[in-house]
């Protein structure tokens, strides 16, 4: 990107002082330009995830009828059909789905494009604490980190502490990589070999994170390809289902019309639904589940091209493409197969394979921003970005240009993330694999998508009320209806946190009978996180420096500069100076 001199020369001296004998700063580069994420990867990265989720994580197998030459289909809705016996209901369902994501998409826009995080160096010559002067809103990597640290800024650490700890254990795909294993060994025919297993499982993370630390270019290039062909898998599903409701024979006749009408119209697609509150609870935790995708880009929103130009349009877009997909998909399943048709549970080895091969590329990318919060033994360590090996070898053997920037990938990042991936997988051991998905997988979904959502949604309201016309009249996004993202988003949430507790009925696949885990395990170990959190901050940031008899002290100074060297460029980081230290504490004064 080319640099005016005056942000050339505060680059020049950021990397001196960072390269300097003895200095303890790590000098971290946003990628260049032509390493940038455009639109359409964007538009990928939020499809792969949410698709990939959606195909991922169903539990239950519709077999179509014979109509469709015998072959299954697997679709989305069945867990929720099974819950709430009723189509209608779950066609209903998977609407309100696409309005909670969009909302999220509303919601995080709103944050990651408004918070006034730095400012212009142009503006002063040394910094001023957050508040005084002007402010700019600069696009930056870390999600809804970044976002409960500005809502929940004091005191200091406690919200870095208690959303750091959570997400450092439990952001991972271990369950998908236990849901792989199974699948592997039962179509090797030896079903519920746990040994073997586990063993599949943790290769398939090994595989994942070595991928991601080797080719970060390709990782992205896999993400799109992937995108593209889950989204053309829908596609065909929902032409085929819809010529098959249009009478097309595929082999062998027709499907009934009868199929078609007991389940798509409105007196029967209504009658008798569920009348447990548990069981529809369970089925929106399963359905917004499927739309949390849509947070993957804001965790590298830095890495992103043009962010607030370009970023708001292919964000909403994709959703409302996914929520359409979803909602079509599930119409032309109803158009194909009898809701009696519930087989046994089966999952798509394939998607879960690829979901665990390529999915968890971003999640590495908040455990290394926790890391230079200097909150985690061996943070500096962990907050390095190295350059990729596939870098590396094409300067070696000079199939780059010289001036051509280096790859570089957060493989330390990625090596905590396979850390507690692998503890994960054997913190379960002592169950079934089929227990050890299920339990993973809710405590996912019930902590990090639906407690972490309601803090980061309720803190926009807080936002709005407590700064009223500061925050809404230097909005760097103001999203559609205003507050009401933020009021729909907060409220399933909220309805989610407390009616999981309540007990689902004997038949729902809630039910312990259907899962073999009791429906509170899981809110109540999600709840608990939050005292884990704070007794993590308490240790951290009380006791250590009582003991140590010092205070840790954390300098993270960011490069931002115009984009393009244009004056009317938006301003965007294109590297950050990050140094932490424990230092004496200084004895307190007494006024005369």
Known sequence: MPLTEADQRRVDEAEAEAEAAGSNQILLRVPPESQKMGSFTVMCLILNRTIGKTMSYREIRFHCIDHLEGSGIYVSPA???????????????WTLGAIFGVSGVLVWLELGLSIPKFQPPEQALEPQREGEGAFESVPRSGGEKNYLEYIYKDPQFRTTCMYGLVFVVLGNLAGNAIAFG???MEAAGIPGHAPAIRGLAIAALTVACLLHAAWRRGGIIVNNVLAVIKALTLVAIIGIGFAAAAGASFGNGPVGKMTVTNNLDVDKSFSRPSGRVANYSGSILFVIYSYSGFKQPFYVLSEVSEPKKRFPRAA?????????LFILTNVAYLCAVSKDQVLASKLDMATVFFENLFGNERQEAIKQEIAKEGILPFSLFFARSTVTPYAWLKKRFRFSRVDEPLEQS?????FLHWIFSIIMVAATASTPPSVAYRVLVSLYAYTLVVLVGFFVATGVLVLRLRKRKDWTNNLGFSPWGGPTAAIIYSSICA????????TPSTSSPFAFSATGVQHYVVPTVGLGTLLLGYSYYIIFSKLIPWWRKKVLIVEREPIIVRQGGRQDGEWVQIMEVVEFWWAARQPATKEA
């Open 182 to 184: 199974m699948y592997v």
């Open 495 to 502: 309805f989610l946190l407390i009616t999981l507790f309540l």
């Open 79 to 93: 867990i929720v059909l099974q819950a709430t016996n009723s189509t209608g209901v779950s066609l209903f369902l």
């Open 316 to 324: 909403i877009g994709t959703m409302l493409l996914a929520g359409i």
């Open 410 to 414: 957060p493989a330390a990042a990625l």
